[in-house]
């Protein structure tokens, strides 16, 4: 079975620049799940879908962070304009949430913005 | 006070030893606890379960204390693959009901050496 998709794997960009990141969880779970991993920070929730419709983004830094959920099997974190205290490990994790509640993180994309 | 904290280490010990790991929560009305584990450049993975009654698999075994806020993890006769960074996850109700909110711990660091 594939588990969670992500892509880019790599992003590096310039300041200023508008970055996508993609998202595809596993089929037949409803929660979704966007996360930053930085050193500093440690592994940070900045948003969470259920069964498409976002339930807390209090975790979003700031406006120029955005996600969206177009439908099951797809979702974006989009940042723009991107600077450089962006650059981070983005995780995208799926669950199915009256399940067992354990989450599956996928690869992760490494964003660089320099 | 953090929601969730964990000693971050490293513990460095030799194979075979025995070790173990804490992590506080701060809010009481937390609902479900898990340890995962990070591999370096990795993302997390589910390694166990905590349950109220505590609960064991293989040479791991975690326990939950509800009264002081804490849950632990004992790993026995340490593996060299052991080494890793294990993070515990918190979840809580929202408010408004639904689904869970998990919060991870910084993670604490473990290098087990020859």
């Known amino acids: 079975d594939a588990g969670v998709i992500q892509s880019p794997r790599h992003e590096v960009t310039e300041m200023g620049q508008e970055v996508t990141l993609r998202c595809k969880p596993i089929?037949?779970?409803?929660?979704l799940f966007w996360y930053r991993q930085t050193m500093m920070r440690g592994l940070e929730l900045l948003i969470y879908?259920?069964?498409?419709?976002?339930?807390?983004d209090s975790g979003m830094p700031e406006d120029r962070f955005s996600a969206k959920m177009p439908n099951a099997s797809f979702s974006t974190l989009k940042i723009q304009p991107s600077e450089p205290r962006d650059s981070a490990v983005y995780f995208c994790?799926?669950?199915?949430?009256?399940?067992?509640?354990?989450?599956?993180f996928g690869p992760g994309t490494r964003l660089l913005v320099l | 006070r953090k929601e969730v904290e964990q000693d971050p280490g490293p513990f460095n010990v030799p194979e075979g030893a025995t070790v173990a790991f804490n992590c506080t929560y701060s809010?009481?009305?937390?609902?479900?606890f898990f340890w995962y584990r990070q591999d370096c450049r990795k993302e997390p993975k589910l390694l166990m379960s905590?349950?109220?009654s505590g609960n064991e698999d293989g040479r791991f075994t975690a326990q939950l204390n509800r009264a002081s806020q804490y849950i632990s993890l004992l790993i026995r006769d340490s593996k060299l693959s052991d080494s890793a960074t294990y993070l515990c996850?918190?979840?809580?109700?929202?408010?408004?009901?639904?689904?869970?909110?998990?919060?991870f711990g910084r993670g604490t660091s473990l290098i087990v050496h020859p």
């Open positions: 994790a799926s669950r199915f949430s009256r399940g067992s509640e354990t989450q599956y």
């Open positions: 089929s037949g779970h409803n929660s």
């Open positions: 879908f259920n069964n498409n419709v976002p339930i807390d």
């Open positions: 809010n009481s009305a937390s609902q479900s």
């Open positions: 905590v349950y109220s």
């Open positions: 996850v918190v979840n809580k109700s929202r408010r408004s009901g639904g689904s869970y909110i998990p919060t």
